[in-house]
């Protein structure tokens, strides 16, 4: 396993990180979860994401409890905050306010099982609340030792270039990591947020490198989801829409396969080094319910893709 600096900060994190949305505590039982987690570990993968809203907390729990049996200091475990954590109108259940920052990271220390969190991320940004007040509050929480470095997922360039200002102005402890929607097949954050991650000190920690198995090339022009995969799982095809499936976007993805073999790599490993490509990018979060789906994922620390190779894939989905 190769390992990076999150942004300008002295943590180091694996290239690889082992990521829970919709698999553990929700469509992958406990046990084969457990089994994950236990791979990943021993490849060398030492961070772990996740989030208090992923199965209503039941990541958190299972995650936390599959790593109790590791020493603390060998990994790190980042979740996040925002999304409301139950039914029903109760307005301060959700958002970035000092109270439900407070609240959650508390529940999340508890389903977790420890006593600091790593990275504690801002789920998505909040219109509704203060700036100054969620800076505060998780500024509050590095001093009090409950968190130890802070980020965020989805911000724009001119929310982090604002909160950044705020939190150098009032010497506060600054975000050391984005974490955004990044792949082949989605690359709008080059344009704006890597620039000003990068003058800012905060690496990107990539959800979503092999668009939810597109990238992998398993599923085929004209062809339905196969058996077992995430498009034909009815708890989790409903976050598969938004074009990925067209077989425009499928026949393009074909076009990596004879580059992967060119280049020795799988179709996975090429769609994860390419995200690695960039110095920015510090990690790439894989999602996996089989242990030798994280095996072969992990392949691709490491590697470096030649100029002949990234112009070829820049052909092929033109």
């Known amino acids: 396993m190769h390992y990076r600096r999150l942004g300008h900060s002295g943590l180091m994190v694996s290239e690889i990180c082992l990521g829970s949305w919709l698999t553990y505590g929700n469509a992958v039982e406990d046990e084969r979860a457990e089994r994950c987690i236990d791979k990943a570990y021993e490849l060398g993968i030492n961070f772990f994401d996740t989030a208090n809203v992923y199965a209503r907390g039941r990541s958190e729990e299972v995650v936390g409890r599959a790593l109790r049996k590791y020493p603390r200091d060998t990994y790190v475990i980042a979740t996040k905050v925002f999304f409301p954590m139950s039914d029903g109108p109760m307005p301060n259940n959700q958002g970035l306010s000092r109270k439900h920052i407070m609240e959650q990271c508390h529940a999340s220390l508890k389903r977790l099982g420890v006593d600091y969190i790593d990275l504690y991320q801002c789920h998505r940004y909040d219109p509704n609340t203060p700036l100054e007040e969620t800076l505060r509050a998780l500024d509050d929480l590095i001093t009090q030792g409950k968190v130890l470095y802070i980020g965020f997922s989805q911000w724009n360039a001119y929310q982090i270039a604002d909160a950044v200002k705020f939190q150098e102005a009032h010497n506060m402890d600054r975000f050391i990591s984005s974490q955004p929607y990044y792949n082949l097949l989605g690359r709008g954050i080059e344009k704006d947020v890597i620039p000003v991650c ?12 092999l668009a939810q198995g597109v990238l992998t090339g398993k599923y085929k022009p004209g062809q339905p989801p196969p058996e077992g995969s995430r498009a034909a799982d009815p708890k989790q095809n409903m976050f598969m829409n938004q074009g990925r499936l067209d077989d425009s976007v499928l026949e393009k993805v074909q076009r990596l396969e004879p580059i992967a073999r060119q280049a020795g790599l799988t179709m996975a490993q090429l769609a994860l080094a390419w995200c690695l490509r960039l110095s920015n990018v510090a990690s790439v979060i894989i999602g996996a319910s089989r242990p030798e789906q ?12 030649s100029p002949d190779i990234l112009k070829a894939i820049d052909e092929a989905l033109a």
């Open 294 to 305: 994280i095996e072969e994922n992990a392949g691709a620390a490491g590697v470096k893709l």
């Open 198 to 209: 990068e003058r800012e000190g905060i690496g990107q920690i990539v959800f979503s490198p």
